[in-house]
Structure formats: C-alpha cells, structure tokens
C-alpha cells in the first residue's frame, strides 16, 4: 500500500504565501511524475501543478509565475510554494502520484491514482 500525506494548508490573507508538503510512503519502487491539484467549492478538481522526476514542470495557466512545484526524490515528498495567493486560489489541495510499488502480497502495481487526502487552504480578501 501506498500513502500520501500533505500538510502546509491553512489560512492567509491575499498576497500572502503557503507551503505545501506531500510525502509519500509504502514499499515504493519508482515515482514517475508527482502534482498538485484542487477543488473549490461547487467546481472540479482542476491541475495546479505537476513534476516528473526528471524536473519537468507543468503548470496551470492560473498560477502560472505564482506557484512554483519541486521534488525531493530521495524523500518521495512534493512540494507546493504558493505565493501571491488570491481570494480564487481557495480550495482542498490534494497530492497525487504517478508511481510503482510493492503491494502487501508482493505484487508490483504501477498507478496514477494515488491521492493525499486533501487540505485546506484558504485566502482572505
């Protein structure tokens, strides 16, 4: 099995900045890719932001020169640098992961739907 856990959300005031963290944990063999996505209220989860574990970005026009993705692959963490943050950047932030691991029988699964649980972040205007 295979967790991902973020931290880092909460509440700012608009121009202010957030860090996100997602780590990843289990017996896990490769990690290809690794992102950022969100869900506000009454919408869907829309991308924020992704990285392979080359170092190759991807990036949502939205935040575009504002967030910035990077990764520590010996960590198998994730990280989200939010800056310049606006009242529309509210939602649940969730990690996702592109990755191969060893499930509890020993099988090797390869996946792309390897979700955090989400937090919060929350602008103030």
């Known amino acids: 099995q295979v967790q991902l856990v973020e931290s880092g959300g909460g509440l700012v005031q608009a121009g202010g900045t957030l860090r996100l963290s997602c780590a990843a944990s289990?017996?896990?063999?490769?990690?290809?890719?690794m992102g950022w996505y969100r869900q506000a209220p009454e919408k869907q989860r829309e991308l924020v932001a992704t990285i392979t574990s080359g170092g190759s970005t991807n990036y949502a026009d939205s935040v575009k020169g504002r967030f910035t993705i990077s990764m520590d692959n010996a960590k198998n963490t994730v990280y989200l640098q939010m800056n310049s943050l606006k009242a529309e950047d509210t939602a649940v932030y969730y990690c996702?992961?592109?990755?191969?691991?060893?499930?509890?029988?020993?099988?090797?699964?390869?996946?792309?739907?390897?979700w955090g649980q989400g937090t919060q972040v929350t602008v103030s205007s």
């Open positions: 996702n992961a592109d990755l191969t691991y060893l499930n509890f029988d020993d099988t090797m699964v390869a996946t792309k739907d390897a």
């Open positions: 289990g017996k896990i063999l490769r990690i290809t890719a």
